[in-house]
């Protein structure tokens, strides 16, 4: 295999990283909130509404911009579009923890979502970067980044909120920090970026930028009259068949991970009258799928994947999806048999998520190759990127509300969420 060049990996990677650390850190500020109206201005009846929106609105905002910003990294080159990418994350981020209401926060939510295209930026340096022989290997790594991130930005959130308060012998006479109780955790976030955005300007090249001439090559003669007439020839089209369905299948994807991060709190602590299992085990659960999936990503996919190929490995990660959520309602029937037989059908769903998570990483595989040129790169996984956004804006929202509706109206023994799962 060809050997990865560690020095680019290791800023993309960084790059990658730093995103959720900004998209996450907010997440513990959000259920505060709930209970805090002299920060949020409105109704406690109404702030749970509020607090999703916040939650959701980048994904929305991002599902607007994420493909034009690939598109872009296509003309202006892969480094420069990043950088701008990860400047809007620090500015946003920053600015939300000086937000003393909740349209502030919003708006600071939509500015994160509108200048964010990173993701899908990435995966096209990362295919700039390597071939078949590595690429199972590299791309194995980028879930295992977010994963980091994602784990930093909540510890952020949480322990350095409201400062003054928890820790009175460092700020104990900061009044600017007890009127904005969550700059210090947005602040240190916006750091994480700053530091990114210093290292890709000293390096140079981080992921190689699109050149009409490759090293080595001779420069082309100057064209003659008559070849300066013809004209150039067409970009070829994104939209094939082939694009087509695995934009399709990414799609799902992205709606099933997205929808099942939200289910599971909720299943949970649902008591099992409706339709729950009646402990709380959620934060555990997400946290050992989590564990479970970084590993499957970083060292049994590439060993998966250079045994089958990506396209029989990513039929084997699909295969999985539909025992996750027959794990559920099988968990929900069982409550009665004792919490060591529900711990024992999650176990299996851990095992099955871990299998499906490989699909993840094969599906980013699976749409570089299919790129019609290297040209098209930032424009298709851009596509790509905006697909995921639409599923994870819906995705949370729409489970939640159908598991309340089959349970409202005791639809399948309120277990008709589960079926429609398993169905997509």
Request: hydrophobic share 50%; with cysteine; charged share 10%.
């Amino acid at each position: 295999a060809t050997p990865l060049p560690r020095l680019q990996l290791s800023i993309l990677l960084l790059m990658r990283c730093a995103e959720p650390v900004a998209y996450t850190v907010i997440f513990p500020f959000i259920n505060e909130v709930r209970t805090e109206s002299e920060v949020t201005h409105v109704p406690k009846s109404k702030v749970g509404y509020y607090a999703g929106l916040v939650e959701s609105v980048f994904a929305m905002v991002q599902f607007f911009t994420v493909y034009h910003w690939g598109a872009l990294s296509d003309r202006l080159g892969r480094k420069i579009v990043a950088l701008i990418g990860i400047v809007g994350a620090m500015l946003s981020v920053a600015a939300f923890g000086l937000s003393t209401s909740l349209p502030m926060m919003i708006l600071t939510r939509c500015i994160a979502g509108a200048m964010n295209g990173n993701v899908a930026i990435v995966k096209s340096m990362m295919a700039e970067i390597t071939d078949e022989t590595n690429q199972a290997r590299a791309y194995s790594l980028m879930p295992v980044a977010w994963a980091l991130g994602a784990t930093v930005g909540p510890l952020l959130g949480g322990y350095l909120s409201h400062p003054v308060e928890r820790y009175p012998e460092w700020f104990g006479g900061n009044t600017f920090l007890v009127k904005y109780p969550y700059f210090l955790p947005c602040f240190v976030a916006s750091l994480v970026n700053l530091l990114v955005i210093i290292i890709g300007i000293v390096t140079e090249n981080p992921a190689g930028e699109i050149a009409i001439v490759t090293e080595g090559e001779p420069m082309p003669a100057a064209p003659t009259d008559a070849e300066s007439q013809e004209p150039a020839p067409e970009k070829p089209s994104i939209f094939t068949d082939q694009i087509v369905r695995v934009l399709s299948i990414s799609f799902f994807m992205f709606l099933l991970n997205s929808s099942y991060q939200a289910l599971i709190p909720l299943f949970c602590y649902s008591p099992y009258e409706a339709g729950g299992i009646g402990f709380p085990p959620s934060s555990l659960l997400l946290s050992v799928t989590g564990v479970a999936a970084m590993f499957s990503q970083a060292f049994l996919f590439p060993i998966v994947e250079r045994r089958l190929g990506p396209v029989r490995t990513f039929r084997f990660a699909m295969s999985g999806l539909p025992f996750i959520y027959v794990a559920l309602p099988v968990a929900h029937y069982l409550v009665p048999l004792g919490r060591s037989t529900v711990w024992t059908v999650l176990a299996f769903m851990i095992v099955a998520k871990t299998i499906g998570h490989m699909g993840v990483v094969c599906n980013s595989i699976l749409i570089n190759n299919a790129a019609p040129s290297r040209e098209s790169l930032g424009q298709l996984n851009g596509l790509v990127q905006s697909t995921g956004s639409l599923a994870r804006a819906f995705g949370p929202a729409g489970i939640t509300s159908l598991f309340a509706f089959s349970q409202e109206h005791n639809l399948l023994d309120g277990q008709l969420v589960h079926l429609v799962l398993i169905t997509v």
